[in-house]
């Protein structure tokens, strides 16, 4: 299955289009691999990643961790870097009722607030450090 | 295949997510998810900082506006005129034509039979004399009026809760309906009943409205807020308040 990122609003930066294949985007949104010091900074902020609003994971010095979701510890043993990849850019597309935000999408959303309007929550080459270090977790 | 992202997304937003609401026996209060030294703080009138609004706002309560009577002087004792009053709004106003919730009809009164200014949201003014007359429906049952003007504002205030919003993309119901008693990292999620509104909340070491917290929620989810009192507001207010009718007013309540 071909997907195509389209119809931003006019103000937006368009986002790399991608393909899904089954579960998972196999390609790299920059063409090049992330970087897993980086993308731990990423998945512990909470400011950025919000990820341990809701899951837990190996970063100690964090100390208030969600219980939401499923642990972080082995997802890069429990996914493919592919299925990691469509989990982040948009959960939706897997399980529509997921609370899961979307990390890579910027269409279909309503009220967004104007600090972030045509904006994803991370961009291609913060995803791809998400991945390096989610791989990391085995 | 293809097709486009935009179009799959379009489908999915379609989709009802099916959020099933609390049942009734199900249904705790904020106040439940505290722990036990918040708890203390605010049942010991003693401790609660809220009630230091409240005696102020006993006094606004006698206060006499130039040329023109106290709250007192047209409602005499709030003790018994007031009683229960915090428990029926936001109720709808005929000259308005819409639900309008308790710090709107203060207001109301204030420019109406005061001929004064209207109070700024937030203010303290505004805050004491909510605290103040929302302490006098203590222990009493929410218990919105039935009122069938009323019922297309509530449908709205529901639809607004299930939908999800902002740059996260996540509903009210997502949070407080599926998966309240979870951890959103260190923070319980409560049900987000509007039991013990104005709150002295710690985190902002002040008191503040319901509105103020439904704000937090929305910049939360990285939603842009509505205008304080905007219609959209007060129907999820109306909408809190009938999901909680029954359960006893608190105000004013410690959050943390």
Redesign the interface.
């Known amino acids: 299955?071909?997907?195509?990122?389209?119809?931003m609003p006019a103000a937006a930066q368009p986002l790399v289009s991608y393909e899904v294949v089954g579960d998972a985007i196999p390609q790299s949104l920059t063409g090049v691999p992330g970087d897993a010091a980086r993308g731990r900074a990423i998945v512990a902020s909470?400011q950025k990643g919000?990820c341990?609003?809701?899951h837990s994971g190996p970063i100690p010095e964090e100390?208030?961790?969600?219980?939401?979701a499923p642990p972080l510890d082995g997802a890069g043993s429990r996914w493919s870097e592919g299925q990691l990849r469509l989990r982040l850019v948009d959960s939706?597309?897997l399980n529509?009722?997921s609370?899961m935000?979307?990390y890579y999408?910027i269409?279909?959303?309503?009220?967004?607030?104007?600090?972030?309007q045509g904006?994803p929550?991370l961009s291609a080459e913060e995803i791809e450090d998400v991945i390096a270090y989610l791989k990391t977790l085995r | 295949?293809?097709?486009?992202?935009?179009l799959?997304?379009?489908l999915?937003?379609a989709?009802p997510?099916?959020a099933a609401e609390i049942k009734t026996r199900d249904r705790r209060s904020g106040f439940d998810f505290m722990t036990p030294s918040s708890q203390d703080m605010q049942r010991d009138d003693m401790l609660n900082p809220g009630m230091l609004w409240v005696l102020e706002g006993e006094a606004l309560w006698q206060q006499q506006a130039a040329n023109a009577p106290s709250c007192a002087g047209c409602h005499g004792d709030a003790k018994d005129s007031m009683r229960g009053a915090a428990a029926r709004y936001p109720a709808f106003n005929d000259r308005l034509n819409r639900p309008i919730n308790l710090q709107q009809r203060i207001n109301l009164c204030r420019s109406e039979n005061q001929q004064q200014p209207a109070f700024e949201p937030e203010s303290r003014p505004l805050l004491a004399l909510s605290a103040f007359i929302g302490a006098q429906s203590r222990g009493l049952p929410i218990a919105p009026p039935e009122d069938a003007r009323l019922a297309p504002h509530l449908e709205n205030g529901r639809q607004f809760f299930k939908?999800?919003?902002?740059?996260?993309?996540?509903s009210c119901a997502?949070?407080h309906d599926?998966?309240w008693g979870?951890?959103?990292?260190?923070?319980p999620?409560p049900q987000a009943h509007p039991t013990g509104y104005p709150i002295y909340r710690l985190e902002w070491q002040t008191l503040g409205s319901l509105q103020r917290r439904l704000r937090n929620c929305?910049?939360g989810i990285?939603?842009?807020?509505f205008d304080w009192d905007a219609p959209e507001m007060v129907e999820l207010e109306l909408y809190l308040m009938k999901r909680a009718a029954g359960m006893n007013i608190e105000t004013p309540a410690v959050r943390p």
């Open positions: 299955m071909l997907t195509l990122a389209a119809s909470r919000l341990l609003l809701c100390r208030f961790q969600g219980n939401l939706k597309r529509p009722a609370i935000p979307a999408k269409d279909g959303l309503q009220r967004v607030g104007a600090a972030w904006k929550v | 295949m293809i097709r486009l992202l935009s799959a997304c379009c999915v937003a989709l997510v099916l939908t999800p919003m902002g740059q996260l993309g996540l997502q949070c599926d998966n979870g951890r959103l990292a260190g923070a999620i929305l910049t990285r939603a842009e807020p």
